[in-house]
């Protein structure tokens, strides 16, 4: 069965304090693998798009990365504005235009 | 200002209560989809159309309906909403990888 799993559930830094959020997957194939951002009581914004193992994409103080059977969401100096809900999605080839998604990593960052 | 738009963004209804939430989008996108997000459970898909008369089901289909007869419009229909429906319900529409999602229905059913 595909299935994301995202940890840590919860993470709290403090500003500057940099740190990684993974995604892990299993699926019977990947057609690609996104990184959202939610604000609470508002709809998922898109991040990143990464389709192949070693594949890097960077964004400000974000930056995404891809193996085989995960993916790391790294920030870097994080600042108070990058609290938020990070969540991992995945699209597979068993089902071409389904998208299944993890539960998230809720991010505070302290000043 | 490309947008995806549902209305209503709250609704308290009861149980049996036909009902429909409207999407809508203006950047002529072809592929369109529901979710529903709970907590614990996360974001998990509905229904989605990879263009106009073409639907299918995703993970969590059961009790819900779709029609997508123009490109921009994709309504979700509850026949007999129950209240295990209680959710928060996400339209997105795509271009390429990017999922575009709209601002979220807040549903009660009592």
């Known amino acids: 069965e595909d299935q994301v799993t995202q940890s840590p559930e919860a993470l709290r830094l403090q500003e500057g304090e940099s740190s990684s959020l993974n995604c892990s997957y299993t699926?019977?194939?990947?057609?690609?693998l996104f990184w959202y951002r939610q604000d609470p009581g508002k709809g998922p914004e898109f991040l990143f798009t990464?389709?192949?193992a070693g594949e890097e994409k960077e964004k400000e103080r974000l930056k995404a990365t891809l193996t085989k059977k995960e993916s790391f969401l790294h920030i870097t100096a994080p600042k108070p504005e990058d609290s938020a809900t990070y969540l991992c999605?995945?699209?597979?080839?068993?089902?071409?235009?389904?998208?299944?998604f993890g539960t998230g990593t809720r991010l505070k960052v302290l000043a | 200002e490309a947008q995806v738009t549902q209305n209503p963004r709250y609704l308290i209804t009861v149980t049996g209560k036909k009902l429909t939430v409207t999407c809508s989008q203006n950047?002529?996108?072809?592929?369109m989809s529901w979710y529903r997000q709970d907590p614990g459970l996360g974001l998990r898909q509905i229904y989605y159309?990879?263009?106009?008369?073409?639907?299918d089901k995703g993970d969590v289909p059961e009790g819900y309906k779709v029609s997508r007869k123009e490109k921009r419009n994709f309504p979700l229909i509850l026949e007999s909403p129950s209240p295990n429906q209680t959710s928060l319900y996400f339209c997105?529409?795509?271009?390429?990888?990017?999922?575009?999602f709209g601002p979220g229905t807040r549903l009660t059913v009592t």
């Open positions: 950047m002529n996108h072809e592929y």
């Open positions: 990464l389709y192949s």
């Open positions: 997105a529409s795509r271009s390429g990888g990017e999922q575009y």
């Open positions: 999605a995945v699209r597979t080839t068993s089902g071409t235009y389904k998208y299944i």
């Open positions: 699926v019977s194939g990947l057609r690609g």
């Open positions: 159309s990879m263009n106009v008369e073409v639907t």
